[in-house]
């Protein structure tokens, strides 16, 4: 592997201490994933990384990012000692975004930020090295540790950048200094902390502050606030592209089926007709996909190829991932899909869930009852405001509930909704999500189509857990 870091450049970066010299291929923050080469950065957040630096280093290391020797470890050891590990990583992202060439593409949102990075990742793919954000980390240490990783030889990168609290976005751009920022949508998410939705746009277009000059800005123009998207841009000087099904987007989405394991998309790109399809089922998936084509023009890619590359790509884990489940070893037929979107949920997301299982199709003929369901499990959507009970219980009146058979709850606010359903529709209901882990292997049969769908707050991923150790489990 390459070298990423030197300890010269390190030092060089951040004005720090050498005690001995070092070479790195990565950077890591975390004992259980870090490999051979990697320089520890020992992060202080709900545990002090330096209580894990001689682990680090009995595990390979390079070196460590501290502020102090720590303990159990020799003066002698390869550190690089800061007087702040957080500001020195800072320092490092700095660094490492002056040195690259890259195309830089910052991503934000209230949904869809982590499956539209990974879109640009995989439609990019064929056109240059491509080097994207680890999972999601798109917060004040998410995004620096992103940047230092990048590799100075990357021809595009796309660093996704999120928020919790009003004033987050802002220094995140700056310090990514993207060349292109998109906005996937403004939502009801994290709404605890704000006024309301528009509080909410202002906020996600403070990523056009961080634009490097004549940047382009790429944003959601069927949104009742998307004015103050592409005002703000091009009060920042931007060049500015809209997607949406509406008219007058420059990229227009003119038609979406969705099939049991696909999405076909027409659409109109900058005016010019296309067709292309998406491994995947989901409206709001052919809505990132509209957004990220834009994206691939704004850095000077070639759309039609990466149009035709878009069926390459497939959802991150809990965000929508579609699984066969065979229940039986000897009998695969006796199986069950699961639909894995147990990572985030909010008002919006929790919509493009439902309608993509209405439009899932149950296998008849199998399992106890000869009869496939469409069964929801659905877990609290949390940072929702004062609202929150009245955004759960709305859903008890969404069209997409006429096509699914039952619907199983957990959690305090989703009590509301479980309440409101009609008797033929209700399921169970527990306070904590592992209440219907424990009870999953009853609440399902083969031929059904099961969505998992809650914040990551509620933990519903304990319910996937259960679900997939009822057989053996197979990408759809």
């Known amino acids: 592997m390459s070298i990423l870091w030197t300890s010269g450049d390190a030092a060089k970066a951040t004005g720090g201490h050498v005690t001995t010299a070092w070479q790195a291929t990565g950077l890591s923050i975390d004992t259980r994933s870090i490999e051979a080469g990697d320089l520890f950065v020992a992060l202080t957040d709900i545990r002090d990384g330096h209580d894990f630096v001689a682990q680090a280093l009995e595990k390979g290391a390079a070196g460590a990012l501290v502020s102090r020797v720590p303990e159990g470890v020799t003066p002698d050891a390869p550190l690089l000692v800061v007087p702040d590990v957080l500001t020195a990583l800072e320092a490092m992202a700095v660094f490492a975004r002056a040195r690259t060439n ?123 606030n998307s004015a103050i998207l592409t005002d703000a841009a091009r009060a920042a000087g931007a060049s500015c592209s809209t997607f949406g099904a509406k008219d007058g987007n420059t990229d227009q989405l003119i038609d979406v089926q969705l099939a049991q394991d696909t999405t076909v998309v027409r659409a109109t790109l900058d005016g010019t007709e296309a067709l292309f399809k998406i491994s995947s089922p989901g409206q709001h998936f052919a809505m990132n996909a509209l957004g990220a084509l834009g994206v691939v023009r704004a850095v000077g890619a070639d759309v039609a190829i990466a149009a035709t590359d878009m069926g390459l790509w497939h959802p991150p884990a809990g965000r929508g991932t579609r699984e066969v489940i065979v229940l039986d070893a000897y009998d695969p037929d006796q199986s069950l899909i699961l639909i894995d979107d147990a990572y985030n949920a909010n008002p919006t997301s929790l919509e493009a869930a439902l309608n993509v299982l209405a439009a899932s199709v149950p296998v008849d003929g199998v399992g106890r009852s000869h009869s496939g369901r469409r069964v929801a499990i659905l877990g609290d959507m949390l940072e929702l405001g004062g609202d929150e009970n009245a955004l759960h219980v709305g859903f008890a009146n969404h069209p997409a509930l006429e096509q699914i058979d039952l619907i199983h709850c957990c959690g305090p606010l989703m009590r509301g909704l479980w309440e409101a359903l009609p008797d033929h529709k209700r399921g169970q209901w527990a306070e904590k999500a592992q209440d219907i882990a424990v009870i999953a292997h009853s609440l399902l049969d083969a031929g059904d189509v099961i969505l998992v769908k809650g914040s990551l707050g509620s933990q519903v991923s304990v319910v996937v857990t259960a679900i997939r150790k009822l057989g053996q489990t197979s990408a759809t």
């Open 102 to 224: 890259a195309q830089v593409v910052g991503v934000t949102g209230s949904v869809g930020k982590t499956s539209t990075k990974e879109m640009l990742r995989s439609v990019l793919a064929r056109q240059g090295r491509v080097f994207a954000a680890e999972k999601s980390f798109n917060n004040h240490w998410g995004v620096p540790l992103t940047l230092a990783r990048m590799p100075a030889d990357a021809d595009f990168a796309v660093i996704e950048i999120g928020m919790n609290h009003p004033g987050e976005i802002a220094p995140l751009a700056k310090l990514t200094r993207p060349h292109v920022a998109m906005i996937t949508t403004v939502a009801a998410a994290h709404m605890e902390a704000f006024d309301g939705i528009e509080g909410i746009a202002v906020e996600k277009a403070a990523i056009f502050e961080g634009l490097e000059p004549n940047g382009a800005a790429v944003v959601n123009g069927d949104l009742d």
